[in-house]
C-alpha cells in the first residue's frame, strides 16, 4: 500500500485525494455521505475532493435515481496517465531546452547521477544538435546489454529524424553486434589495448562534450567550444589510424 500511494502521489497532491480514490477502488461506487463516513471526512471536504479527482479523470459519476455516486476508474488508467504526461513532456522539451541553453550559453559544466542522469547525457546528444549534424562517440563500455537499458526510448527516434551522422570508436565485440547504418562509421581499437577498460562512453557534440561514467553511473555534460574542438580533433586523429 505504501508504494501504491507513493506512485499516486506522482498525480494526486493531497493526502484526501489519495484516500477517496483508494476508498471508491476498494468499496465501489458510493454516494459522498458514504465516503464521508467510512474516511470520517467532513462532507464538503468530500465534495471538493470529489471535484478535483473528477477534473483529473480519476473518478467518474453515476446517476442513482435521483442520487449522485461516483466511482473509480480502472487501475489501468494510471498507465495511460504516465503515457499523456511522457508526450506532453516530449512535446515541450525543444522549448525547454531553449530555455536551459540560454541559461548556459558559453561555459558550463553539470554532473547528473544514476541511471537517469546517464539516460538524460544520451537525450543531451541528440536534442542538442541541428538536422544532419555529426556527432563522435568514443565507447570502453563492458556491458553493451546494459548501456542500451540506460538508452532513453526517444533517443533512437530523435536521432534518425534528425539524420544525425554519427562516427565511432569502439571494440570489434561491442560494434558487431550492432546492426549496419549508413549514417553510422565505426572503427575498433585493439582489442589488447588496456587504454580502452574504463567502462567510459564519451560523446563530442557541437561545442559539448558529454562523459558517461559506467561505475560510478555518473554523468558530466561540459559546454565549452575550446574543449569539444579539442576532444575533437584527438578523436579524429586516432580515428584515422584505426581499422575499420
Given amino acids: 500500500m505504501k508504494e501504491i500511494k507513493s506512485l499516486l502521489k506522482t498525480f494526486l497532491h493531497k493526502e484526501e ?19 464521508a463516513r467510512g474516511l470520517s471526512l467532513h462532507r464538503p ?22 442520487r ?29 531546452q531553449k530555455i536551459k541553453d540560454k541559461q548556459t550559453k558559453g561555459i558550463s559544466m553539470e554532473v547528473l547521477r544514476g ?3 546517464l ?10 544538435l541541428k538536422k544532419d549534424d555529426i556527432f563522435y562517440r568514443i565507447s570502453s563500455a563492458k556491458d553493451q546489454q546494459y548501456v542500451d537499458s540506460v538508452v532513453p526510448k526517444h533517443y533512437r527516434p530523435i536521432r534518425d529524424s534528425k539524420n544525425l551522422e554519427r562516427r565511432v570508436i569502439t571494440s570489434r565485440y ?3 553486434q550492432k ?5 553510422r562509421s565505426i572503427r575498433y581499437f585493439d582489442e589488447q589495448d588496456e587504454l580502452f577498460e574504463h567502462n567510459v562512453i564519451q560523446f563530442i557534440y557541437g561545442d559539448k562534450i558529454s562523459l558517461l561514467d559506467f ?12 574543449i569539444a574542438d579539442f576532444q575533437k580533433s584527438i578523436f579524429l586523429t586516432l580515428y584515422k589510424r584505426l581499422e575499420r
Wanted: proline letters at 2%; charged letters at 30%; hydrophobic letters at 40%.
Fill in 68 to 96: 449522485i455516486h461516483y466511482k473509480a476508474v480502472q487501475p489501468y488508467f494510471l498507465l495511460e496517465k504516465v503515457k499523456s504526461i511522457e508526450s506532453d513532456v516530449h512535446k515541450l522539451l525543444p522549448e525547454l
Fill in 45 to 66: 471536504r468530500v465534495y471538493e475532493t470529489l471535484s478535483v479527482l473528477l477534473d483529473k479523470g480519476f473518478v467518474e459519476e453515476l446517476k442513482v435515481g435521483k
Fill in 119 to 128: 539516460a538524460a547525457c544520451f537525450l543531451d546528444v541528440v536534442m542538442y
Fill in 17 to 35: 485525494e489519495i484516500k477517496v480514490f483508494l476508498y471508491l477502488l476498494e468499496k465501489g461506487e458510493s454516494g459522498v455521505q458514504e465516503i
Fill in 115 to 117: 541511471e537517469t542522469g
Fill in 215 to 226: 561505475n560510478s553511473l555518473t554523468g558530466t555534460i561540459i559546454k565549452n567550444k575550446a
Fill in 179 to 183: 546492426k549496419a547504418r549508413l549514417e
Fill in 174 to 176: 561491442v560494434g558487431e
